[in-house]
């Protein structure tokens, strides 16, 4: 299955014990994947965390908002967790001056979606396994439609919010409303510890308790996704305006906190970003703004990839460069119109009532010393930490489609179906960039790792034992090169393309393009 220079021993990674436990971080659509698979294709007892009170990850949409960004970011590592565990806290109503809602919603984190988010891929696509959208949705799903889809998905596995075991007489599985704080390798006993904070209403007594305790595990897979935590530039005077307030709301916020269009009616917003959340959000807002401005910096990747076909503002958008100050305020109760803003170019922007900050998310590793957060770098192809492949990252940029592969290579791997090359090979083949897929619009990179994976899975089930997975129907192709073509650009990519890189071997596979910051 791998070809193996001479120079490179010829060994297959091992364990230092058998993987008996595995703990999944994130109950999304990968997190939920990963932890259905491993239940099904393994021995192991699994369990899956999760901070929000319910399962779907970013397709959870709630009417409530984050709470407050930093303004700007503060570490993600800048976590208090109690000297000694176990450890229980019980919170009133301004305890610390803190409301209990404030609170809650800094615990569990609502997710950055919006009421009338749509996705944009087909439905064919963004299904999960043994669960498709009723017949009659539009191909362009609503972000309900999508939380209906991943809920169904939790339910059929017995992993939704409140749901007993599928097999008697074992351990929950899930535990919701649950932060993983903080995740340590334990070297005497080889295995992997988190540290977990749960919160709780409790309508008795009107009070929040929050419960920290560690649990010890085999292998953990991380699939917190690419959205955890805000990005809020250090731009000069953002401090001082984020501190601003009309009508009893914030004059600036982060684009995590959008909910409806009709919340900036008339108004002249600012927008600050040019990427996929500022262009969405430019056009639903488009239509009832009074004005619309748009700061936006060179974006090399977009540049890279004509991205210009995706990311397209509305007619009315006006573009201005970016941001150098904001001009210090003489107070923060009469809203931001009188302020300031000067651009690079030295012109001046007043008159402006709200200010969505479309800077984009930055990733937790729970590792950032080994694992960075953005470039997600010493990982295997299969998504495997090199250095120690008992710790995963769900890294797949298409869980819709790759999670299935991804989450079977996790399973069988850990239960002894499947083997790892190396850690000298991967270390090898990972320093010659051998296995490089990109981001999500290499279409056809994307497509190398999804065929990888299928005869890496099918060539160790073959020889291993254990079953064996299709590749995605041929139908699936046609209908996303049939939507590219009449959402975004005619002839990008199409279904001829796709046949045609079918039969390419290895060595003429397309190269991806520059990574997504």
């Known amino acids: 299955m791998f070809h193996l220079p001479w120079a490179i021993p010829l060994n297959w990674t091992t364990f230092p014990h058998p993987i008996s436990s595995v703990a999944v971080i994130g109950a999304g659509p990968a997190g939920l994947q990963a932890t259905a698979t491993l239940l099904s294709l393994t021995n192991v007892s699994v369990r899956l965390f999760e901070r929000a009170p319910a399962p779907g990850g970013n397709w959870f949409y709630t009417d409530e908002k984050p709470a407050r960004e930093a303004y700007p970011d503060r570490p993600l590592d800048a976590v208090d967790l109690p000297e000694n565990l176990p450890a229980t806290y019980f919170y009133g109503e301004g305890d610390d001056g803190i409301s209990l809602d404030e609170r809650w919603r800094a615990h569990w984190h609502p997710r950055p979606v919006w009421n009338d988010m749509h996705l944009n891929a087909p439905t064919l696509i963004t299904e999960l396994p043994g669960v498709k959208y009723p017949a009659n949705t539009p191909w362009a799903a609503s972000v309900h439609a999508v939380q209906r889809l991943v809920r169904a998905y939790a339910s059929m596995h017995s992993l939704n919010a409140n749901d007993e075991p599928s097999t008697p007489n074992v351990a929950p599985v899930t535990s919701y409303s649950t932060r993983v704080e903080r995740l340590r390798k334990c070297n005497a006993t080889a295995t992997w510890v988190l540290t977990l904070r749960r919160m709780q209403h409790l309508p008795e007594s009107g009070r929040l308790r929050v419960d920290f305790w560690e649990e010890h595990f085999d292998a953990v897979v991380v699939a917190t996704g690419h959205f955890p935590e805000p990005h809020v530039p250090a731009i000069a005077g953002i401090e001082d305006w984020s501190k601003t307030q009309s009508g009893g709301h914030w004059s600036m916020t982060h684009v995590q906190s959008f909910r409806r269009a009709e919340d900036y009616a008339g108004k002249t917003v600012l927008i600050v970003g040019a990427s996929v959340s500022a262009t969405e959000i430019a056009r639903y807002i488009g239509p009832v703004v009074r004005q619309l401005i748009v700061s936006a910096r060179p974006n090399p990747f977009r540049d890279a990839y004509g991205l210009d076909i995706v990311l397209r503002w509305p007619d009315n958008a006006e573009i201005a460069p970016e941001i150098e100050e904001f001009e210090p305020l003489e107070r923060y109760d009469a809203g931001i119109a009188a302020g300031r803003i000067r651009l690079l170019n030295g012109t001046v922007l007043q008159g402006v009532d709200e200010i969505i900050l479309a800077t984009g998310y930055r990733r937790n590793t729970f590792l950032p010393d080994l694992v960075n957060p953005a470039t ?103 209908v996303y090169a049939y939507w590219a073509t009449s959402t975004w650009k005619k002839d990008w990519f199409d279904h001829d393309n796709y046949t045609r890189f079918d039969r390419l071997p290895a060595s003429e596979w397309p190269k991806p393009g520059p990574p997504f910051q």
């Open 376 to 478: 997600m770098d010493n990982l295997h192809w299969t998504g495997h930490y090199i250095h120690d492949p008992t710790l995963a990252y769900a890294h797949a940029v298409r869980p819709w489609t790759h999670g299935r592969y991804q989450s079977a290579g996790f399973a069988k791997v850990w239960a002894g179906s499947a083997r790892l090359p190396s850690r000298a090979r991967m270390w090898a083949d990972y320093r010659a960039k051998k296995y490089e897929f990109g981001d999500v619009p290499d279409i056809f990179p994307q497509e190398a790792m999804l065929r990888q994976f299928i005869a890496w899975l099918n060539s160790e089930s073959l020889e291993l034992g254990g079953p064996f997975v299709e590749p995605l129907p041929i139908e699936a192709r046609e």
